[in-house]
Structure formats: structure tokens, C-alpha cells
């Protein structure tokens, strides 16, 4: 029999805290903070833009496209590509601006020296440091809220990945393994651009939380399971003495329920001691980081 008690509560638990019980679950917090915090490096990064345009004027045939660029706050640092065109395929160009800094960005359209059309828009350069990051154990979320939000979002690790629209400025990627180095792929797309498309791609390297040897992660939670026959008291001091930090399990959410059976299933175990009790009193609970 399973008994899903929780703490602070003075309902009445089946098991009475002087009777034996099988097993008890202890847990621990744990979490990480990745280092690509937007607080970076005073010194700014170089970051790699790529544009792709199809042919204008339509039927026109440039010869060959000037792309003009500079940055918004200093108009003296202009820089010009010569591009030439090919025919009915899809024209490419990649530049390279400073993080953070807004550009100014003009392509025009040249034949016999003429310049038969112009467009252009503005941009900003997106580096790892406009990503903030905190690993769990078995989780890594990402914050790129200081962005605006004229940007879509594709992430993608190994053969998965996850489109988020340009409201969204928040992702969780879970059911990862603990103590271990994924590496995710953004790409930042450009909105409200009808005639080009204008992307940046960033790897992001995130190392997940490690529990202590014996500890099952989920999250940011460390789970032990005892096999030692102990009533609930004996098994609270278990969990905290200062080797855990911990505490029993304290069952908030619907995933952490189906975890703990599933880890019951696993061992052949049907009852564990958890938070819950029936004595009056407050549970003191201790966690680390």
C-alpha cells in the first residue's frame, strides 16, 4: 500500500508514527546556474548574421547587390559587401557585428552601374550572453527576455527540436540525464521582413546537476530510497543529518507522485514514510545548494 502524505498537515495517516514501516524517501535540492548569463563580459562578442533575398526588381537581373552596414549609434563605421548575383537562385550573404549593438542594414540592387532598387531594415546582433540559463539535474531552462520580441526561436538538440513563437520568451527542456554536457542550437529569426530573411544561430553548452552516489534525480531534487525498518521520527533524523541535508519527500506535483511509484515499482517496494505526519507540529525542512 502507498501512502501519499505530505508535510505540515495533521491528517491522520494510516501508519501511525510508532509502527515499522519498510523503506522511507529522503530527498535533496540541487541545482546549477550555467555561466551564459547576460551579466557577461564587459568586452562584447562578435556575432555572425546571415541574410538570404531573392532577386529584385523581379525580372530585372542585377548584376550585383551592395550590402550596406552600421551600427546605429555610429554612422562613421560603414561597411559595404559586393555580392554577386546569380540567377534564379537565392542570394547570400553573411556579416559579422558586435553583440548588443543595433545596425542599420541596406541592400541595393546594381546593374551597368545603376542602382535599380534598395531595401532595408535594422537588426541587433544576439550572443550567448543574452541567454540566461539554470540547470536542474534532469532540466535546463532558458530566459531570453532582454531580446525583443521581433524574433522567433527554434531549439534544437540531437534529432529534436522545439519551435517557440516570438511572444514566448521562456523554454524548459526536460527529461535530460543528470552530470551530463548537452549541447542546444538556437535560431533566432527575424520577424516582419516580407523580401529577405535574417537569422542567427548561437550553440549554448549546458552541463546538468549531479546528485550524490545512491540518489535518483528528478529536476532539482536528489531522491534516496532506505530499506531500514525505522518509524517515521527515526527516519526524519535519518534525512537530516548533515551527510543528506535533506528531508522526507515532500510530494507537491502530480510528476513527482508518478516518479516516486515508479521508483517504488522498480525496487518491489509498496510503503514509504513521507512529510506527512500526525503530529501537530511544524516539520523543520533542510535543503542546500
Known amino acids: 500500500m502507498k501512502i501519499g502524505c505530505e508535510h505540515y498537515s ?16 529522503c530527498f535533496e535540492y540541487i541545482f546549477q546556474t550555467s555561466k551564459s548569463l547576460y ?32 551600427p546605429i549609434k555610429d554612422f562613421n563605421k560603414k561597411n559595404v559587401k559586393n555580392i554577386s548575383a546569380e540567377q534564379h537562385k537565392v542570394q547570400k550573404s553573411t556579416i559579422t557585428v558586435e553583440e548588443n549593438e543595433e545596425y542599420n542594414i541596406i541592400i541595393q540592387s546594381v546593374r551597368n552601374g545603376e542602382i ?23 532540466s535546463v531552462s532558458f530566459n531570453w527576455s532582454t531580446l525583443p520580441h521581433d524574433f522567433s ?22 527529461h535530460l540525464e543528470p552530470s551530463t554536457l548537452y549541447i542546444f542550437k538556437f535560431e533566432f529569426k527575424q520577424l516582419h521582413l516580407d523580401f529577405i530573411n535574417v537569422f542567427q544561430r548561437l550553440d549554448i553548452h549546458v552541463e546538468t546537476g549531479s546528485c550524490s552516489p545512491e540518489w535518483v534525480a528528478l529536476k532539482n531534487n536528489c531522491y534516496k530510497i532506505s530499506k531500514d525498518s525505522q518509524p517515521w521520527n527515526v527516519a526524519q533524523k535519518i534525512c537530516n543529518i548533515p551527510l543528506h541535508s535533506a528531508h522526507l519527500v515532500d510530494v507537491k506535483t502530480e510528476e513527482e507522485k508518478k ?5 517504488l515499482r522498480k525496487t518491489n517496494q509498496i510503503i514509504a514514510w513521507t512529510g506527512l505526519n500526525d503530529i501537530k507540529v511544524s516539520i523543520c525542512i533542510i535543503s542546500h545548494t
Do not use: D
Open 39 to 70: 551579466c557577461g563580459p564587459t568586452r562584447k562578442q562578435p556575432t555572425t548574421i546571415f541574410t538570404e533575398w531573392s532577386e529584385f526588381p523581379k525580372g530585372e537581373k542585377p548584376e550585383y547587390y551592395f550590402l550596406k552596414y552600421q
Open 153 to 174: 526561436v527554434l531549439i534544437s538538440l540531437n534529432n529534436s527540436s522545439q519551435s517557440i513563437q516570438n511572444n514566448v520568451m521562456f523554454y524548459e527542456w526536460g
Open 10 to 25: 495533521s491528517v491522520n495517516c494510516i501508519h501511525k508514527m510508532y509502527k515499522l514501516i519498510l523503506l522511507f524517501f
Open 259 to 263: 516518479f516516486i511509484y515508479s521508483y
Open 116 to 138: 535599380l532598387s534598395a531595401k532595408s531594415f535594422r537588426t541587433r546582433g544576439i550572443s550567448n550572453n543574452n541567454i540566461k540559463v539554470l540547470a536542474t539535474s534532469t
